[in-house]
């Protein structure tokens, strides 16, 4: 089975991180009880020291406006896990990169990768910066669209947005994050089929920015626990895929 992690900045993550990935891979190796591989396009975290340190929850510096295209940013190698190995860190993710950006790109990268199931985690960059509520759900389908014609009998999994430390003293952000989280959930019920079914994950269980985050935003070793904990319990629960996450040894 082939799996593909797509996701913006809290999933490729930055240089010294493990990244949710990273706690998926190892929870995939000890519960899934056969043959698995993690697919996609690219392999590298962001290198926030080439490009200079974006704010916490902005885009990377020269990110995309909306519609236009990426040209990808600044990438390095520096995963923190040492045991990491080069075929695991595939993935289809990027800093400063959405729904809007991921849409155009879905389809060529599962369909080269015979992407199985797919877990994804996007959505608040797009809310910050470049579309509304109703615009990132109409990404969302197109998304979904892509990947089912490059690859008719794709799973995926999709997460709601976890509001960031903007959602405290930014009440419209706020509100357009609770919005597209029901319009999300609307189009998982709409376009799920039983050929190509879709599952909404549920925020990760006791999720707290000031402790699962190192900036308000992405996620420290804690949050990647919770983020990872959640997709396994889907494919689990859902689809007998694997089994309860139990985190490796800390860190």
Not at 118 to 139: H, W
């Amino acid at each position: 089975m082939r799996f593909m992690f797509v996701g913006d900045s809290m999933t490729i993550g930055r240089a010294g991180d493990y990244t949710w990935r990273y706690r998926m891979w190892q929870h995939l190796g000890a519960a899934f009880g056969g043959p698995f591989e993690i697919v996609g396009p690219r392999t590298a975290l962001y290198d926030d020291d080439a490009a200079g340190a974006p704010a916490a929850g902005a885009p990377a510096a020269g990110a995309p406006a909306a519609g236009a295209p990426v040209a990808g940013p600044p990438d390095c190698q520096g995963y923190a896990g040492p045991d990491f190995p080069g075929e695991a860190r595939r993935h289809l993710a990027g800093w400063g990169e959405g729904w809007q950006h991921m849409a155009p790109l879905i389809g060529p990268a599962a369909g080269a990768a015979g992407a199985d199931v797919l877990l994804v985690s996007l959505g608040l960059i797009d809310l910050g910066f470049y579309t509304r509520a109703d615009q990132t759900a109409e990404n969302v389908r197109r998304f979904v669209a892509a990947a089912r014609e490059a690859r008719p009998a794709v799973r995926m999994v999709l997460l709601p947005v976890i509001p960031n430390v903007r959602a405290r003293h930014d009440a419209p952000f706020a509100a357009e994050v609770a919005r597209f989280n029901e319009l999300l959930a609307k189009a998982v019920a709409d376009l799920t089929t039983d050929a190509s079914p879709i599952l909404l994950a549920a925020r990760p269980a006791s999720y707290e920015i000031d402790h699962d985050t190192y900036d308000g935003t992405h996620p420290n070793a804690s949050g990647e626990h919770r983020i990872a904990g959640e997709f396994a319990a889907v494919l689990h629960q859902a689809w007998g895929i694997g089994g309860p996450y139990r985190p490796a040894a800390q860190p």
